[in-house]
């Protein structure tokens, strides 16, 4: 079996809140909570979540543009969370990150060329010619013409932004991109062809995505493994296939039941979820879903559940589970 060329193992990333004259330590909050999961080469693995839970925080502390406070990150067998600066800085010519604002993430007062010129300067492409043909090969490569290397980025539409940001992204031929929610900012019309896009570069180009977003359905057409996130927790893993036909987390559930069917004779039952989601500076005890979950037992005020292979390759934090499996091992 072929070792993962990502491997993620107790992730976790918690911010200071600072208060009062000195500026103290008065709580944290909690982005991240030991996350563990793992991702193949040539793979596209979805995060999905909804806003504030953690998706975002997670793809930058793996590039270590935000440093972990725990856990350790396994980049083709090699712990990067111990690398210093400068090995860190050489190893991105392997990862690279897509933002989701393609206009943000792009300088202003800097030329298409010079944009994606400049990770190939960075990392040691020193002839000008060179990189300028490179830059023209990207354009090409990403949908763009050849004259658009001179314009600035407040002359292209958003779609065109971001191909510009992907096209930065493949200068210098990486083996993983984290892509943190690339169509969000984008017209329904456009994302598609985003999308298409990056599974043909992927293709082409033998890459492997950390794909996150918000929206099932973009997560449904791009991804092969999807993981769900709830308030800084993985809450289940697998199988693109296996979520959307079989959910078994309840949080899972309520997220795909709120997602419009094509059917208009399919009739959905809706479930609805009571409350908001808790503070992650203040987190519930135990099961961190379990105040607005249909399904909370009392074991789950107290206990946290662990991520559980229930099925193959299915995995899920839920007491339900758990005590289905420890119920089986006993009649065994």
Known sequence: MTKPLLEVDGLTKHFDIKGG????????????????????????????????????????????????????????????????????????????????????????????????????????????????????????????????????????????????????????HPKLIVCDEPVSALDVSVQSQILNLMVHLRDEFDLTYIFIAHDLSVVEHISDRVGVMYLGHLVELTEKEKLYENPKHPYTQALLSAVPSLD????????????????????????????????????????KPSLTEVEDRHFVACHLYEQAIDDLSYIV
């Open 21 to 172: 004259v000195l500026g103290r330590k008065v709580g944290s909050i909690e982005a991240v909570n030991n996350l563990s999961f793992s991702v193949n080469k040539g793979e596209i693995l979805g995060i999905v979540g909804e806003s504030g839970c953690g998706k975002s925080t997670t793809g930058k502390s793996i590039l270590r543009l935000l440093e972990p406070t725990a856990g350790t990150i396994k980049f083709e067998g090699e712990d990067i969370t111990t690398l210093k600066a400068e090995e860190m800085r050489r190893l991105r010519k392997d990862m690279q990150m897509i933002f989701q604002d393609p206009y943000a993430s792009l300088n202003p007062r800097h030329t298409v060329e010079k944009i994606i010129s400049e990770p190939l300067l960075v990392h040691g492409m020193s002839s000008k010619e060179q990189r300028k043909n490179r830059v023209l090969e990207l354009l090409e490569t990403v949908g763009l013409s050849s004259y658009h290397a001179s314009r600035y980025p407040h002359q292209f539409s958003g779609g065109q932004r971001q191909r510009i940001g992907i096209a930065r992204a493949l200068a210098n």
């Open 264 to 303: 208009p004779d399919v009739k959905k039952k809706r479930i609805l979820l009571q409350g908001d989601v808790p503070s992650p500076a203040n987190p519930p005890t135990g099961c961190v879903f379990h105040t607005r979950c249909p399904m909370a037992m009392d074991v789950c005020k107290t206990a």
